[in-house]
């Protein structure tokens, strides 16, 4: 079977400004993209709106991450149910910035998605190790620790509705990246542990995307990889290159 080439960028606390964030998406709509290619774009939650209304229709808005309550006494939150009202149809969970700067464990980030999606939300989840798991050689172990959280709260039926991003903290935002091998045989395990815990089916339709300092440079050899179905970008989701690592595949 082949997939559908994914492509998501993850903009951060980035851009600064409104005015900046419409020059970003302005750029992006004159671009000349792979239209083979899903592509979703996470902008701050202040933005989502604006940019949803603004950016071209083949190019998809997902929030950088939400709470697990429809409503109530939660500030600074935002719900699932008003992220479906407002026309955003992705959210990313689980990224490692959630994980390490805001504590969020494992069995949150699964409760999260499960309301994420009852909701109607489709889930960008991330999932990866540090540099010292990988150089213990636990990165399959760590990846298979983090998903068993969701696996456990999702029906089958439910993972036509997840992406799941391999992200290797230690080549997030540092220049490094996961050699091809490294990427593919960290994919593999991935599939081969959906395949094992949830379904053959499931693995073999699902999009495992890879993170961390990914560049014009260096997706279309990534992107050759067989169980590499994509990307999340960070810093490069900033920049014109975007538009050259979503046509990793052309």
Same mark, same amino acid.
């Given at each position: 079977?082949?997939?559908?080439?994914?492509?998501?960028?993850?903009?951060?606390?980035?851009?600064?400004?409104?005015?900046?964030?419409?020059?970003?998406?302005?750029?992006?709509?004159?671009?000349?993209?792979?239209?083979?290619?899903?592509?979703?774009?996470?902008?701050?939650?202040?933005?989502?709106?604006?940019?949803?209304?603004?950016?071209?229709?083949?190019?998809?808005?997902?929030?950088?991450?939400?709470?697990? %309550? #429809?409503?109530?006494?939660?500030?600074? &939150?935002?719900?699932?149910?008003?992220? =479906?009202? $407002?026309?955003? +149809?992705?959210?990313?969970?689980?990224?490692?910035?959630?994980?390490?700067?805001?504590?969020?464990?494992?069995?949150?980030?699964?409760?999260?998605?499960?309301?994420?999606?009852?909701?109607?939300?489709?889930?960008?989840?991330?999932?990866?190790?540090?540099?010292?798991?990988?150089?213990?050689?636990?990165?399959?172990?760590?990846?298979?620790?983090?998903? %068993? #959280?969701?696996?456990?709260?999702?029906? &089958?039926?439910?993972?036509?509705?997840? =992406?799941? $991003?391999?992200? +290797?903290?230690?080549?997030?935002?540092?220049?490094?990246?996961?050699?091809?091998?490294?990427?593919?045989?960290?994919?593999?395990?991935?599939?081969?542990?959906?395949?094992?815990?949830?379904?053959?089916?499931?693995?073999?339709?699902?999009?495992?995307?890879?993170?961390?300092?990914?560049?014009?440079?260096?997706?279309?050899?990534?992107?050759?990889?067989?169980?590499?179905?994509?990307?999340?970008?960070?810093?490069?989701?900033?920049?014109?290159?975007?538009?050259?690592?979503?046509?990793?595949?052309?």
């Amino acid at each position: 079977m082949v997939r559908k080439f994914f492509v998501g960028g993850n903009f951060k606390l980035n851009p600064a400004s409104l005015a900046a964030s419409t020059s970003l998406i302005e750029g992006l709509n004159k671009a000349e993209l792979d239209p083979e290619t899903e592509v979703v774009i996470a902008p701050p939650s202040i933005y989502l709106i604006p940019v949803k209304e603004s950016v071209r229709k083949d190019v998809k808005v997902a929030a950088q991450n939400c709470y697990f %309550k #429809e409503s109530g006494a939660f500030t600074g &939150e935002i719900s699932p149910k008003q992220l =479906v009202d $407002a026309g955003i +149809p992705y959210v990313v969970l689980g990224h490692s910035e959630r994980r390490t700067l805001f504590h969020e464990t494992s069995a949150l980030v699964a409760t999260k998605t499960r309301a994420a999606i009852d909701a109607g939300l489709k889930v960008i989840l991330c999932i990866g190790e540090t540099l010292q798991e990988r150089e213990a050689d636990k990165t399959a172990e760590v990846c298979q620790s983090q998903l %068993k #959280e969701v696996v456990d709260v999702l029906k &089958e039926a439910d993972w036509s509705n997840i =992406v799941i $991003a391999y992200e +290797p903290v230690w080549a997030i935002g540092t220049g490094k990246v996961a050699t091809t091998a490294q990427a593919q045989q960290a994919h593999a395990d991935v599939r081969s542990y959906i395949a094992k815990a949830v379904s053959p089916a499931v693995a073999n339709n699902i999009q495992i995307l890879y993170g961390g300092s990914v560049t014009a440079a260096n997706s279309k050899e990534l992107a050759r990889q067989q169980d590499v179905d994509g990307f999340l970008v960070g810093g490069a989701s900033l920049k014109p290159e975007f538009a050259d690592i979503i046509n990793a595949r052309k």
